[in-house]
């Protein structure tokens, strides 16, 4: 470091309530080789006591239904310091197999105390569709990947690749993965996509949408 400069350095993993001993040195890389300077004076510091991770930040990413248990990783902050799983908390989940709310939750060890609950979801799976143009009858044919997870499918369609002012076929039950689009006027395009859905209470959870397909009748 140049000689004006001031860093700062922050030792996260610590014992609480225990003396630390600290010395800094200045080096410089010359023809790749590290050239040190002398130590500074030892400095004494004493940790302080353990901390909660009640008030340390926690994120959590949302998952994709799989069918199986869900134990995505969580990123935990304390401040700048990120805390080590296994060191400074450990982590549980519950009700991480099925689509909904999922939870995890975060357990100060070693120098840290108390826990903290986050959330996270867990989506319906992504869709898939083909799509079938009727001239004569003025409809569109749609077939959707069957997931047995799901409550049913959307299936949204307009005359422009925005969406804009679009309708919604709305298909009830997971095997009913095949549908039509009716009253559509000819000699027009129509943009198609499709999602999975999962009821919960009242509550609709959405997979991602299909990749859009485009069919002119």
């Known amino acids: 470091m140049g000689t004006t400069a001031k860093e700062k350095f922050t030792d996260g993993f ?7 001993y600290y010395k800094v040195r200045c080096y410089e890389t010359v023809s790749g080789k590290r050239v040190y300077g002398g130590y500074s004076a030892e400095i004494k510091v004493r940790s302080a006591t353990k901390r909660s991770v009640g ?7 949302d998952q994709v239904w799989t069918g199986k248990a869900l134990k995505p990783a969580v ?4 401040g700048n310091v990120t805390l080590k799983k296994d060191r400074g908390y450990t982590v549980s989940y519950s ?9 995890v939750t975060v357990t100060g060890k070693g120098s840290y105390t108390g826990k903290i609950t986050k ?7 992504g869709q898939s569709i083909s799509v079938k143009g009727d001239k004569s009858g003025k409809k569109i044919a749609v077939t959707l990947a069957k997931h047995s997870s799901n ?15 679009s309708k919604s076929l709305w298909l009830s039950g997971n095997s009913k993965n095949k ?3 009716k009253g559509l006027k000819s000699k027009k395009t129509y943009y198609v996509k499709a999602r999975d859905y999962k009821t919960i209470g009242k509550t609709k959870v959405y997979g991602k949408w299909s990749a859009v397909k485009k069919v002119s009748i």
Do not use: C, M, R
Not at 14 to 20: I, L, Q, R, S
Not at 55 to 61: D, G, L, P, R, T
């Open 14 to 20: 610590f014992k609480a309530n225990t003396d630390y």
């Open 75 to 78: 990123t935990v902050k304390d």
């Open 151 to 165: 409550s049913g499918y959307q299936v949204s369609y307009a005359d422009n690749s925005g969406f804009k002012n």
């Open 55 to 61: 008030k340390a930040s926690v994120k959590v990413s």
């Open 119 to 125: 959330t996270f979801k867990i989506n319906p799976q």
């Open 179 to 181: 549908g039509t689009i």
């Open 95 to 103: 009700a991480n197999k099925g689509i909904g709310t999922a939870k």
